[in-house]
């Protein structure tokens, strides 16, 4: 198991960035296959992009590519998430995931580990 705090949401507007951070405790992140999501009110948890245990390996969602990039430093049992160009409709609160089995990909039943979430809210 590990345990994960996300940080470094806020309300941004259109057109800005956020940096988000996802603390991991534990021994062994640098195992485990790490993914975002966000979930909108209202909606279902949307997949956001993953990573590779090793960082070498990452993959999007559509929407995301050229705005988004997934980052891991193993060194400081971290996870990041570099947003820019931000839309309303990246409002969400914004989850990450670490993957045991060093799947990861975009089915977040594969996670068996979440954060609490952080909000991101994008002025228009």
């Known amino acids: 198991q590990v345990q994960l705090v996300e940080s470094g949401g806020g309300l941004v507007q259109a057109g800005g960035s956020l940096r988000l951070s996802c603390a991991a405790s534990?021994?062994?992140?640098?195992?485990?296959?790490m993914g975002w999501f966000r979930q909108a009110p209202g909606k279902e948890r949307e997949f956001v992009a993953t990573?590779?245990?090793?960082?070498?390996?990452?993959y999007y969602a559509d929407s995301m590519k050229g705005r988004f990039t997934i980052s891991r430093d193993n060194a400081k049992n971290t996870v990041y998430l570099q947003m820019n160009s931000l839309k309303p409709e990246d409002t969400a609160v914004y989850y990450c995931?670490?993957?045991?089995?060093?799947?990861?990909?975009?089915?977040?039943?594969?996670?068996?580990?979440w954060g609490q979430g952080t909000q991101v809210t994008v002025s228009s």
């Open positions: 995931a670490a993957d045991s089995k060093r799947l990861g990909g975009s089915d977040g039943a594969r996670y068996d580990n």
């Open positions: 534990g021994r062994t992140f640098s195992s485990y296959a």
């Open positions: 990573i590779s245990w090793s960082g070498g390996s990452t």
